[in-house]
């Protein structure tokens, strides 16, 4: 139960990432810079990676530990490199936002002066709840396991 109660704040801090960075998206229509984008360039990924490593704590299994990284290096990272080419072809300024906003590891004062624009109807039309749902079906799953392992 330890094991569950040190992955959930991890958990609910990857989904506040990701559920504030899709609520400040606006795909293919401008450059995301407000929000957590002022902090990190990728922070969907940063709250994924955070909620895996939640998962994996709760979980108490180094095997989820090592395919969550294998996964990162295998698929995150190829996908941020061709994300970044596309927005440097279609957004001019995305070359000074990078020189200003870490890639991946956020810096802890904001790269931007501009307040967030995160709205609800943004964090609704990426389906971001689909993120908490998932979220608490995985943590009712390890409750069963850890309700059968004690049983």
Not at 6 to 18: A, C, D, Q, S
Not at 33 to 54: C, E, H, K, Q
Not at 86 to 107: G, K, T
């Amino acid at each position: 139960m330890r094991s569950i109660a040190w992955g959930t704040p991890l958990i609910v801090l990857g989904l506040l990432i990701r559920g504030s960075a899709s609520g400040t998206l606006r795909k293919n229509e401008q450059l995301a810079t407000t929000g957590p984008y002022a902090y990190t360039r990728n922070p969907l990924y940063l709250g994924s990676v955070i909620m895996a490593v939640g998962f994996a704590i709760a979980a108490k299994n180094l095997w989820i530990v090592l395919i969550m990284t294998a996964m990162f290096l295998a698929i995150y990272l190829p996908v941020i490199r061709a994300e970044e080419s596309y927005l440097a072809q279609n957004f001019p300024e995305f070359s000074d936002y990078a020189h200003r906003v870490p890639r991946f590891i956020p810096r802890l004062s904001r790269g931007s002066r501009t307040p967030s624009s995160f709205t609800w109807d943004l964090y609704c039309r990426h389906r971001e709840y689909n993120s908490v749902v998932g979220s608490l079906a995985i943590m009712a799953a390890l409750l069963v396991k850890l309700h059968w392992v004690r049983h």
